[in-house]
């Protein structure tokens, strides 16, 4: 079983930028499909953005367009999340999820239903 550790939340004022890192405690991540997800107090999982397997396709919310950028270091065995001009509305928990993908993909997913392997998440505050 895939399990998956995130880091680089923190506290920023708006405006600011973080980059969450996600890799795995064992396994590699090239053969899986990455998501990341964020989950505010009161409101439901948001797929954010998520990256295929080979990395050749990308997909995000409109909340995040344009600001927050998903991209993966496989010989780093690890995923980021880029995250610039950041608001309050953006604080929440992160988690990243992994499924895999073993063949060439133009789709992946932001549904939190096709993914089964999560992380426990890092804390984004955006607050001045």
């Known amino acids: 079983q895939l399990q998956l550790v995130e880091s680089g939340g923190g506290l920023v004022q708006p405006g600011g930028s973080l980059r969450l890192s996600c890799a795995p405690s064992s396994f590699t991540l090239n053969n899986y499909q990455i998501g990341w997800f964020r989950q505010a107090p009161g409101k439901e999982r948001e797929g954010v953005s998520c990256?295929?397997?080979?990395?050749?396709?990308?997909n995000y919310a409109d909340s995040v367009k344009g600001r927050f950028t998903i991209s993966r270091d496989n010989a780093k065995n690890t995923v980021y999340l880029q995250m610039n001009s950041l608001q309050p509305e953006d604080t929440a928990v992160y988690l990243c999820?992994?499924?895999?993908?073993?063949?060439?993909?133009?789709?992946?997913?932001?549904?939190?239903?096709?993914?089964?392997?999560w992380g426990q998440g890092t804390q984004v505050t955006v607050s001045s």
């Open positions: 999820a992994g499924e895999p993908q073993f063949e060439w993909s133009l789709f992946c997913s932001r549904a939190a239903s096709d993914f089964s392997s």
């Open positions: 990256i295929t397997s080979d990395g050749g396709t990308t």
